[in-house]
């Protein structure tokens, strides 16, 4: 636990700029605050126009935002990695992999050409989008590590040593409580669970009980992707380009992601964002982050069942 402490305080003190730091959260803060106001309508773009329209609305809220604070990060940084064209390229495609199950483009499967019931149809889009997500994660990674292997040393994280995983338990552990309490919030109760389903009729001849169990399954295995993505490529491969500010673009990135989540969870994921982050770096794996961020999660979706049967 110490060796982890010790890594993020000595991050921070060697990456801290005033200015820099300052100006992003400043940024994120205001942002964040014009996209949770019940008012303002922040993207000119409709979805229903299709797949350019949602390309363009996630292109320039995480492609802005990470290269927005990407470029003010390398202001006194020991990098000058804005001049390096392995940042731009490999910045733009882990930035697509990112984004790519927000598109609906590639499916598996047309579920509107299905006959099934619109309840059916709902279910089944959302256990897709975890699984659409995992998939072109792990084969976007791969295609990129194998054809540009010449450019940087590509390290994903997906390794495991278990007397290294007894720290991120512990941080489990600690921010329980601070989840179990977030929850009784009426945001969260909206939020959690995600599928919630006592407001469907049949569905598949399942029960509750097993629908439950396939949604959080289906679910639960988007969280490997999104640690690949944001604390393997954005962190642990990119800090070799970007130096220790990569690790600030990917929180920023990681902010903006969770758009739409409830605001204390959007705020929480720039700073625990951040921290796996260094984590990842410093263990040389994302598997404790694996383990805090699917913890984090099934306890949202348990309490959220949890007030709604009792």
Known sequence: MNKLYKALGNHIREDWNWSVYGITMLSLALFTTLYYSPSIKI?????????????????????????????????????????????????????FIAGLPKLHIWKFIDIKAQDWSVYEMVFAAKCHFFIHQVFWTFVGLLIVSIILKKWVKFDFGIRVEWKELKPY????????????????????????????????????NLSIFERAALFELCYASGFVAVEAIFRGALAMTMVKVMGTRAVLAMASFYCVFHFGKPIGETIGAFFGGYALGVFAIESKSVVGGIIVHLGVAMIMETMGYLHHYF
Not at 48 to 58: E, I, N, P, T, V
Not at 73 to 90: E, H, M, P, V
């Open 169 to 204: 338990i512990i941080i489990l552990t600690l921010v329980s409580p601070l989840i179990i309490g977030a929850s009784f919030f009426p945001d969260f109760q909206r939020a959690y669970p995600q599928h919630k389903p006592w407001l469907h009729d049949e569905v598949f």
């Open 43 to 95: 993207s000119p773009f409709d979805f229903r126009d299709g797949h350019w329209a949602r390309l363009a609305h996630y292109g320039i809220l995480y492609g802005g935002t990470y290269f927005a604070t990407a470029i003010l990060a390398q202001w006194n940084s020991g990098t000058k990695y804005l001049g390096d064209f392995r940042f731009w390229i490999l910045s733009l495609i882990f930035v």
